[in-house]
């Protein structure tokens, strides 16, 4: 069975410092997808960053980048120049694609807190 | 329009009341999802919509009653629910099923609807 897991229940950044997040991942499976994804107390989740297991290159999007390394199945996520917008409950997930049926598989989440 | 919509906002139940959550999306996806969260902890799926087909329901209690009237359209239904069912239900969809071409995998989540039953 896949599982996620981030070994941080919480983190705390300076603003505008730069704060990485752990998440490693178990699977047998070749292709999937991972993702981050963000959800403040307002509690609707938004997707940060988006990996296909089968591109090496890292994604970034803005201030997010990934250090995804498949060998050993971890999926990190960087957040340069932190924001007070920042401040959320972050969830590493994994999906599997293909097949007839797919589920996608949380961690347990990190709490980030930004301090001005 | 990139949104998932869910009705109502807040709902505050008996256990004996029938109640329905209401989720709309209109980003032409054909998959469709409920996941339940309980504070501080991460979403679990309860149940997937492949082309308006049950695809997957996760060992949820007969309480739940998920219903696809459309390819926009998922509601959930609740009947006889118990107090530590008290959740954010959240609605999720996505581009098609698992086994569609081109999918980008990402799931698109509404605000959720926040239940507690009494």
């Known amino acids: 069975a896949q599982t996620v897991t981030q070994s941080q229940p919480e983190m705390s950044v300076q603003e505008a410092e730069t704060v990485t997040l752990s998440c490693t991942y178990d699977?047998?499976?070749?292709?999937?997808?991972l993702f981050w994804y963000k959800q403040p107390p307002s509690r609707q989740m938004i997707l940060v960053i988006r990996?296909?297991?089968?591109?090496?290159q890292n994604a970034t999007e803005n201030r997010f980048s990934v250090n995804f390394q498949k060998a050993a199945k971890s999926f990190s996520l960087k957040i340069s120049d932190s924001q007070l917008g920042d401040a959320a409950m972050y969830f590493c997930?994994?999906?599997?694609?293909?097949?007839?049926?797919?589920?996608?598989?949380f961690g347990k989440g990190t709490k980030l807190s930004v301090k001005p | 329009d990139t949104e998932v919509t869910q009705t109502p906002k807040h709902l505050v139940m008996g256990m004996t009341n029938k109640k329905s959550l209401k989720c709309e999306q209109h980003?032409?996806?054909?998959?469709m999802y409920w996941y339940k969260q309980k504070a501080k902890k991460p979403p679990e799926l309860m149940f997937v919509?492949?082309?308006?087909?049950?695809?997957i329901n996760e060992s949820v209690p007969s309480r739940f009653s998920p219903e696809c009237p459309n390819s926009s359209l998922l509601n959930l239904h609740l009947h006889a629910l118990q107090p530590e069912d008290s959740a954010l239900y959240l609605c999720?969809?996505?581009?098609?099923?698992?086994?569609?071409?081109?999918?980008?995998?990402?799931?698109?989540f509404g605000e959720g609807s926040r239940l507690t039953v009494l």
């Open positions: 999720a969809s996505s581009q098609g099923s698992y086994v569609a071409g081109g999918n980008t995998g990402e799931l698109f």
């Open positions: 699977t047998s499976e070749s292709d999937y997808y």
């Open positions: 990996q296909e297991a089968y591109k090496q």
């Open positions: 997930a994994y999906l599997v694609y293909g097949g007839s049926q797919g589920n996608l598989i």
């Open positions: 980003m032409g996806h054909r998959a």
């Open positions: 919509y492949s082309y308006e087909k049950l695809s």
